[in-house]
């Protein structure tokens, strides 16, 4: 499960999508040798199996399956950039301390 923080809730809100369609996140590729999955947000039809986040009581945005799975613990949240707010996807928390490798 995707994890979305309150701040990039807020982010979400201010799609405004056509009825009967949902804000999704797809997978673009997946490569699962290097690890890697690229994702895109985009707005579609909604899916059964779908990861649902709401708001409300409402659909705020569904996370295609792949991408829950594949990114399982993961965080989605809002940050600042220059050109304004911007998405970021934190990797979930392995629950080890970090060591400085000495």
């Known amino acids: ?8 809730k807020e982010l979400f809100r201010e799609i405004d999508n056509p009825e009967n ?9 997946t490569n699962e040798m290097a690890g890697e999955t690229r994702v895109r947000l985009s707005i579609g039809e909604p899916r059964n199996d779908d990861q649902v986040i ?22 989605i949240d809002l940050v600042e950039t220059l ?20």
């Open 54 to 75: 709401l708001h409300e009581g409402e659909d705020l945005v569904r996370i295609a399956r792949p991408v829950s799975e594949a990114l399982n613990g993961s965080t």
């Open 1 to 8: 499960m995707i994890t979305i923080t309150e701040e990039a």
């Open 83 to 102: 050109e304004g707010p911007a998405l970021s996807l934190k990797p979930p928390d392995d629950g080890l301390p970090l060591t400085d490798g000495s």
């Open 21 to 29: 369609t949902v804000l999704r996140i797809d997978p673009v590729t």
